[in-house]
């Protein structure tokens, strides 16, 4: 309960204070590891949430002061991480939390499996801009074909792809692989959305969804 509460006063003092010069930095974690367990994060040694986040879970946004964070990371089996990440004024990042799948150390031995993260920089759609879906695939191919909607979208792995969501492609887009449905969007608004494909422990493609507000 301190640590909650500490983070509580943190994020607090930068909501109560002056804005900075350049506005505030937005910031998010997102559990894409696809294994049992939780992970528990912490920001400047306090934690966001003493149960963790299970895989396929995303936090919201949240505003930060624009300076340098120490971020930990901690699975229940995959071990933990830490990294060092600075905000300048208006940007927004989302830490997206991977297992990291090693080479096999003796024939017939599975692989070493250990908690990674990836920096996805995204935008907030300005007003009277078109809707925008980035798609970001962290599964073991090297590239990833789906469809939005009917339309093609081609991904390399951790390498975000962009696609504009026109009118047409209706306000709950369907999005297909080899055929099969993933999962159905949500534009009802206007929005700037990230999409994070994955794969869990079976090799089955997940996905994690979420929308930026408008400015």
């Given amino acids: 309960?301190?640590?909650?509460?500490?983070?509580?006063?943190?994020?607090?003092?930068?909501?109560?204070?002056?804005?900075?010069?350049?506005?505030?930095?937005?910031?998010?974690?997102?559990?894409?590891?696809?294994?049992e367990g939780a992970v528990l994060v912490s920001l400047d040694g306090q934690k966001l949430n003493s149960r963790g986040y299970t895989s396929g879970q995303a936090t919201g946004h949240m505003d930060v002061l624009p300076k340098n964070y120490q971020i930990g990371l901690k699975h229940d089996t995959l071990g933990e991480s830490q990294l060092n990440l600075e905000l300048r004024p208006?940007?927004?990042?989302?830490?997206?939390?991977l297992a990291k799948?090693?080479?096999?150390?003796?024939e017939g031995e599975p692989p070493e499996i250990t908690l990674d993260h990836h920096l996805l920089?995204?935008?907030v759609l300005e007003k009277g801009s078109p809707s925008s879906l980035l798609v970001l695939q962290t599964t073991p191919l090297?590239?990833?074909?789906?469809?939005?909607?009917?339309?093609?979208?081609?991904?390399?792995?951790?390498?975000?792809?962009?696609?504009?969501?026109?009118?047409?492609?209706?306000?709950f887009?369907?999005?297909?692989?080899?055929?099969?449905?993933?999962?159905?969007?949500?534009?009802?608004?206007?929005?700037d959305a990230a999409l994070i494909l994955y794969a869990d422990a079976k090799g089955t493609l997940q996905h994690i969804f979420f929308k930026n507000h408008v400015r």
Avoid: W
Wanted: with cysteine; charged share 20%.
């Fill in 90 to 97: 208006g940007e927004m990042r989302a830490v997206i939390v």
């Fill in 173 to 191: 887009p369907v999005v297909h692989f080899q055929q099969r449905r993933v999962c159905s969007l949500s534009f009802h608004e206007p929005a």
């Fill in 101 to 106: 799948i090693g080479e096999t150390k003796k």
């Fill in 121 to 123: 920089e995204y935008t």
């Fill in 142 to 171: 090297p590239s990833l074909e789906i469809s939005v909607a009917g339309k093609s979208c081609t991904a390399e792995r951790f390498k975000p792809a962009s696609m504009v969501v026109t009118g047409d492609m209706g306000q």
């Fill in 1 to 35: 309960m301190r640590a909650i509460f500490k983070l509580a006063l943190i994020l607090a003092a930068a909501a109560s204070a002056q804005e900075p010069e350049g506005g505030y930095a937005r910031l998010r974690f997102v559990n894409a590891t696809g294994m």
